[in-house]
């Protein structure tokens, strides 16, 4: 099995190759400029395998939601490389990608919150489950907005970890009596080393699309709305 992917979400730019189980990552600090060096790591990440994109099973991307710009990013590279490649393509949310994080750092967790910043005083929101495997399974609708209105859904098993940049521009959320959490764990961005893991079973199970689905999800379409007072 060999799957590339990539994400341009947030910060980081990362790229990661799942060879027959093994994980290849190349991933930038945080930073701008992610159109600049996108390529360039995807080149070095199937040099070090000694691999073509047409040797590959398919490509996976974060597809948000996130930075508008770098969910667009991801989409179109990812669109771009399976058209001339002739490969399919596996859309992986970001926000579960984060959740694989949290609960790979916290093993007693059974489920994880995740709290993305959205900006205009808003998070990307959402809760996963611990799934066969270890592998993050969501729970409830991936959603955007004030940070007053995220709750945990009432079946969640818990403990539950949070986790997400979301923690760290609304600290309150860490307060919120209804959410009970664990541990939280702020620092955590979405990598490609994570969204390979969680295309795997979606490949094993057919669903890989073609490369003119590779779409990015944004949330909300008012991205340029003024913040809320």
């Known amino acids: 099995m060999k799957i590339l992917a990539l994400d341009t979400a947030t910060e980081v730019c990362s790229v990661a190759l799942l060879l027959q189980g093994a994980l290849l990552v190349r991933e930038l600090p945080p930073g701008p400029g992610h159109s600049a060096h996108i390529l360039g790591l995807i080149q070095a990440v199937l040099a070090e395998a000694g691999l073509t994109l047409k040797e ?19 989409a179109s590279v990812t669109q771009g490389l399976a058209y001339g490649a002739g490969l399919r393509v596996i859309a992986v949310s970001d926000l579960l ?12 967790a059974r489920s994880a919150l995740v709290c993305n910043d959205a900006r205009m005083q808003e998070v990307y929101w959402s ?22 209105r995220v709750e945990l859904p009432a079946d969640l098993p818990g403990p539950v970890v949070g986790a997400g940049r979301g923690f760290t521009v ?21 990598r490609a080393r994570e969204i ?4 795997l079973p979606e490949w094993r199970a057919g669903r890989a699309l073609g490369p003119d ?12 709305k003024p913040s809320r007072k």
């Open 56 to 74: 590959l099973d398919c490509i996976a991307f974060g597809r948000g939601p996130g930075g508008f710009t770098g969910v667009r990013l991801a």
């Open 170 to 190: 609304w600290p309150q959320l860490a307060l919120h009596p209804g959410l009970a959490l664990a541990q939280i764990h702020p620092e955590v961005l979405p």
């Open 196 to 199: 390979a893991r969680l295309a």
């Open 127 to 148: 809760c996963a489950t611990r799934g066969p495997a270890g592998l993050a399974l969501p729970a409830g609708a991936e959603q955007a907005g004030p940070p007053e």
């Open 97 to 108: 990608a984060v959740a694989q994080q949290a609960l790979d750092l916290a093993p007693q």
């Open 213 to 224: 689905q590779a779409q990015p999800i944004y949330l909300r379409n008012d991205v340029a």
